[in-house]
């Protein structure tokens, strides 16, 4: 399948949240989003501004204990947490399948683990610090955007205003 990619830089933390504001204007239900990236690299951030966007009332942590999360807002929203997991095996048991074809939004940090059972049409997000003078600026980050072409980038554009 034919992916688009998307390069934004996010100077700080209310950027990042920001920008998962306005990822939530695009997202309908089924809509998987998957966070890459390491430890503190803004997934969490990103997550809490989507569902700021959805209008999700609660506040917002990683599911990192309870693996899900479930909000509700203008659209129900499942946020999972896939970094305590060992193998796919346990994502499976989670029953991920029915979880994804609910009409929710599903948020997936750390989802490398369980990649076989997400599907291709999702919306992936990588979260990379960035260098400058041989140094990591702790509050700066690359986010990129991949996702199906038939999804087009028109719509996320509007991400770089």
């Known amino acids: 399948m034919e992916r688009e990619v998307l390069e934004i830089v996010s100077k700080n933390y209310k950027?990042?949240?920001?920008?998962?504001?306005?990822?939530?204007?695009l997202l309908k239900e089924r809509d998987v989003v998957a966070l890459y990236g390491e430890l503190g690299s803004g997934k969490t951030t990103f997550a809490q501004g989507i569902c700021a966007g959805l209008d999700v009332k609660d506040y917002v942590t990683s599911?990192?204990?309870?693996?899900?999360?479930?909000?509700?807002?203008?659209?129900?929203?499942?946020?999972?947490?896939?970094?305590?997991l060992k193998s796919p095996h346990e994502v499976e048991n989670l029953d991920i399948d029915s979880y994804l074809q609910r009409d929710a939004v599903s948020i997936?940090?750390?989802?490398?683990?369980?990649?076989?059972?997400?599907?291709?049409?999702?919306?992936?997000?990588?979260?990379?610090?960035?260098?400058?003078n041989g140094k990591i600026v702790v509050e700066k980050r690359l986010i990129r955007f991949t996702l199906p072409r038939r999804k087009g980038l028109s719509g996320f554009a509007l991400l770089q205003s």
Do not use: C
């Open 63 to 84: 599911p990192s204990f309870v693996l899900v999360q479930e909000y509700r807002g203008r659209m129900k929203v499942f946020h999972f947490d896939f970094y305590r």
């Open 15 to 25: 950027e990042t949240f920001e920008l998962g504001k306005r990822l939530a204007d």
């Open 108 to 132: 997936i940090e750390w989802p490398e683990i369980g990649e076989a059972y997400l599907p291709e049409e999702r919306i992936s997000v990588t979260f990379n610090r960035l260098e400058e």
